[in-house]
């Protein structure tokens, strides 16, 4: 279990959930392995060393945050005209946000990156003053020129990197395509940037890429939506910065060690989105690798985890993985803290029924991966004119989405498509669909349900 004092904030348990029995010659071990963070303490979320909280701070205080707010200030924000100011409206909702204490800057993003409050590369200091003088900064925000987000994300990084600082964070807006830099130049800076902050992003209007967008917050481990009616953006600026402001602990890994002869198939974040890990795996010593699972405040996620072991008798068992939590250390120097652990078990049996039976999370979870899958691939094939792919793979996330009781998904695709019936997946796709309606569905496609347990 964890590896806090009773006072610290957040405690996190790891549970496991697995059919460990495989029949003779079976070798695929899949797991589901739930994260629990839980307040309750008061050291702000910071293991307790000898008493002392690692990084220095004080207990009962909360954790020092930095914030840098990205605005699209490119000349298509003009259009409408109220896009520009339901912007500085919901960035100066999110600045009201803010805890006193934290550090943040707004950045204007057109195909050129500056910093337009506090300005000089600095940061400021969230209180009555500050945070009114960057809303009156942001009022002086007007549109034109293009967009470069590569380049609001490097400065964002310029600025938070410079903040000795618990926790640090992006919340990207954008209205458009990326038109003045490279594909290559925003995937560069994306690779600079991860692992350094997390970042929510979103788009507003109709106009922009949703690639793009959902690309940005999967490499940065933050959440990704559309806006499509300005005037909601106070509302989701407001909540994303509150769920921000909640952040306890920052660059917590998912460390997965397995015995030798033990390969790893995939790491997979599936709740509350899904979220291929496998590819962001550093290795952390034999036979060890750690996978990023970004900031925790009072939470559950849930990980799908498959290994393949190798052969074994009839009644012979062994340690498929060890799953840990893991705190890196605090920059003065230590050892990384293991917050939790569980273990994945792999035992070999001549049962049928137990070696045969599937876990309902584990069947679950692999049904919302799948749900997720075929919505990209059904709204991929639509666009590129195959109706019958289109029909096939809408109708298959139909099934899935009303079978696994996501309901919120199934809405969205009645949008895209009409349901004759959801149990057989039996649909026809609409003649007209609203562009807001499409790029709905495919910005939260990634967005799962619970399993009950």
Not at 324 to 331: D, G, N, R, V
Request: hydrophobic residues 40%.
């Amino acid at each position: 279990m964890a590896n806090f004092s009773k006072s610290s904030v957040p405690q996190f348990s790891v549970e496991v959930y697995q059919n460990e029995y495989l029949p003779e010659g079976g070798r695929e071990v899949n797991a589901i392995v739930t994260v629990t963070s839980t307040g309750g303490g008061t050291t702000g979320g910071v293991p307790l060393t000898d008493g002392v909280p690692a990084s220095g701070r004080l207990p009962g205080r909360a954790p020092a945050a930095a914030v840098v707010l990205m605005v699209d200030c490119s000349g298509s924000m003009d259009y409408p005209p109220t896009k520009m100011r339901n912007a500085r409206d919901a960035t100066a909702a999110a600045i009201d946000t803010l805890r006193d204490g934290t550090r943040f800057a707004v950045v204007a993003g057109t195909h050129v990156a500056k910093d337009v409050y506090p300005g000089n590369g600095q940061l400021a200091t969230a209180d009555a003053r500050t945070k009114a003088q960057a809303k009156e900064a942001l009022r002086r925000l007007s549109a034109g020129g293009g967009t470069a987000i590569g380049t609001w994300l490097r400065l964002a990084d310029r600025l938070l990197g410079a903040a000795e600082v618990d926790i640090r964070h992006g919340i990207l807006l954008t209205d458009g395509r990326n038109e003045h830099e490279s594909p290559e130049d925003l995937r560069a800076a994306l690779d600079s940037c991860a692992g350094r902050f997390t970042c929510d992003a979103r788009g507003v209007g109709t106009d922009w890429e949703v690639k793009e967008v959902t690309a940005i917050a999967s490499a940065l481990l933050g959440t990704a939506d559309i806006v499509a009616d300005p005037a909601g953006l106070a509302a989701d600026f407001t909540q994303m910065m509150e769920n921000a402001m909640g952040k306890e602990v920052a660059d917590v890994a998912l460390r997965l060690w397995t015995p030798v002869g033990v390969e790893i198939v995939f790491v997979k974040q599936v709740a509350p989105t899904v979220a291929d890990l496998s590819g962001r795996r550093t290795e952390a010593g034999p036979r060890a690798g750690d996978y990023p699972t970004g900031s925790w405040g009072d939470e559950s996620r849930d990980y799908h985890v498959c290994v393949r072991v190798p052969e074994a008798g009839i009644g012979q068992e062994m340690l498929a993985a060890r799953v840990s939590l893991i705190l890196p250390p605090p920059s003065g120097g230590g050892a990384p803290q293991t917050l939790s652990q569980g273990l994945v078990r792999a035992v070999w049996t001549d049962d049928m029924v137990a070696s045969t039976s599937i876990n309902p999370q584990v069947a679950h979870y692999t049904g919302q991966a799948e749900l997720a899958q075929v919505i990209q691939q059904g709204l991929d094939a639509r666009k590129s004119g195959d109706f019958d792919g289109a029909t096939a793979k809408l109708g298959r996330a139909v099934q899935l989405a009303s079978g696994s009781g996501n309901a919120d998904t199934a809405k969205l695709l009645s949008k895209v498509v009409d349901v004759v019936d959801a149990a057989t997946g039996t649909v026809r796709l609409k003649a007209r669909v609203a562009e807001a309606d499409e790029m709905t569905l495919e910005t939260r496609s990634t967005k799962t349900v619970r399993v009950k347990k």
